[in-house]
Nanobody
Framework: QVQLVESGGGLVQAGESLTLSCVASGSFFRINIMAWYRQAPGKQRELVAAIGTSGNTNYADSVRGRFTISRDNAKSTVALQMNNLKSEDSAVYYC???????????????????WGQGTQVTVSS
């Protein structure tokens, strides 16, 4: 089992930056893909950014060029640097992770095997 705990959410103004962090504990050696998803009120959960163990990344079109995902395998962490935030970025952001040997759904937006509790990001315009 893997436990994920997010931090770093908050209230910011449009154009500002925020960094989210996720710390994994437990059987981290099982983890292949790590990702950030988000869900706004009344909307479906969506992939924001994903990263593999070798550092390959995948971003939603809406955040590409503004957000950067990174991971530190030695520290079992994944971060999301969010720049030039917009009001439409407001959502609950979730950290998720997928085990090796799984179908890779995390990469394409279908979610991982483990989820954090979420952290709220609110961007005021």
């Amino acid at each position: 089992q893997v436990q994920l705990v997010e931090s770093g959410g908050g209230l910011v103004q449009a154009g500002e930056s925020l960094t989210l962090s996720c710390v994994a504990s437990g059987s981290f050696f099982r983890i292949n893909i790590m990702a950030w998803y988000r869900q706004a009120p009344g909307k479906q959960r969506e992939l924001v950014a994903a990263i593999g163990t070798s550092g390959n990344t995948n971003y939603a079109d809406s955040v590409r060029g503004r957000f950067t995902i990174s991971r530190d395998n030695a520290k079992s962490t994944v971060a999301l640097q969010m720049n030039n935030l917009k009001s439409e970025d407001s959502a609950v952001y979730y950290c998720t992770a997928e085990n090796y040997g799984r179908p890779g759904w995390t990469w394409t937006g279908r979610g991982g095997d483990y989820w954090g509790q979420g952290t709220q990001v609110t961007v005021s315009s």
